[in-house]
C-alpha cells in the first residue's frame, strides 16, 4: 500500500464505524467488568460521528481530515475515553501537518503524537493498565518500523501484533486511574477495555492498509 491519502483515511473512519458499532456490546460488557458500563456506546457514538463529519469533508487532506475526526469525537462523546481518543486524533493530525499520504515515517509520527497526547491528558503512565499499555508498543513498534524501512502494511501488522500482546498484558496489571482503581486487586486478570479500544484501531487500521 502506497500510503494513506484522503480516500484511504475516509474509507478508515467508515470502517472504524462499522467496527465500534459491531463491537458495542463487547466493549459495554468488558467495561462493566470494573467501569461504569458506558465504552461501548461511547466508542460507537464518537467513531460514527468521527465519519459522518469526515465524510462530510469536500477538500480534505489527511491532516484536516484526522483534526475534524478528532473534534467530532470530542462533541459527540465528552466522556474520558472519548476525550482520551479525541487529543490522540488531534496531536497526531498536526504531526502530519503537510503530509499528502500518510506512509510508514508519517504513521509513525501520528502514533508517537496520539500517543503523548493520551498520556499528558491521562496523566498516566505505562502500566497503570490503561490505553497507554497499548499505544505505547504501537507507537514504539511503528517508530522502529520506519527506522527500518519497512512498507506501511508490513509496519502496521506488526504493531497489531504488538498491540495484541500488550493487551493480553494488561491482564497481569492492576488499574490506577478511573472507576476501575476502586476495585484494585479485582481488576487482575482482566483485560483493560481502553486498551482493547486502541487495539481495535490499530487491528482496523492494519487492515485497511492490507486491502
Known amino acids: 500500500m502506497q500510503g494513506f491519502g484522503t480516500d484511504e483515511i475516509a ?7 462499522d467496527v465500534f458499532a459491531a463491537e458495542k456490546e463487547a466493549l459495554i460488557a468488558l467495561d462493566g467488568k470494573v467501569g461504569d458500563s458506558d ?18 469533508m469536500e477538500t480534505p487532506t489527511p491532516e484536516a481530515q484526522l483534526k475534524t475526526a478528532g ?29 499528502e499520504r500518510l506512509e510508514t515515517a508519517e504513521m509513525a509520527a501520528f502514533w508517537s503524537a496520539f500517543r503523548d497526547g493520551v498520556a499528558h491528558r491521562g496523566r498516566a503512565q505505562v502500566g497503570d493498565k490503561t490505553v497507554l499499555d497499548v499505544l ?5 513498534t511503528m517508530q522502529a518500523q520506519a527506522r527500518e524501512g519497512a512498507s506501511l502494511d508490513a ?28 476495585f484494585q486487586e479485582k481488576t487482575r486478570g482482566i483485560q483493560d477495555a481502553g486498551s482493547t479500544v486502541a487495539v ?10 492490507a486491502d
Do not use: N
Not at 479525541?86 to 496531536?91: D, F, K, Q, V, Y
Open 71 to 99: 473534534a467530532a469525537l470530542a462533541r459527540a462523546a465528552p466522556s474520558t475515553m472519548g476525550t482520551l481518543m479525541a487529543t490522540g486524533l488531534l496531536r497526531g493530525s498536526a504531526a502530519v501537518s503537510g503530509a
Open 136 to 140: 505505547h508498543p504501537i507507537a514504539e
Open 155 to 182: 509496519a502496521l501488522d506488526r504493531a497489531r501484533v504488538a498491540a495484541e500482546q500488550a493487551l493480553e498484558d494488561t491482564k497481569d496489571l492492576v488499574a490506577q486511574h478511573g472507576k476501575a482503581a476502586a
Open 39 to 56: 465504552l461501548g456506546l461511547t466508542m460507537a457514538k464518537g467513531f460514527g460521528a468521527a465519519h459522518d463529519a469526515v465524510a462530510a
Open 11 to 17: 474509507a478508515l473512519f467508515a470502517r472504524l464505524a
Open 200 to 209: 481495535i484501531l490499530i487491528r482496523t487500521m492494519a487492515e485497511c492498509a
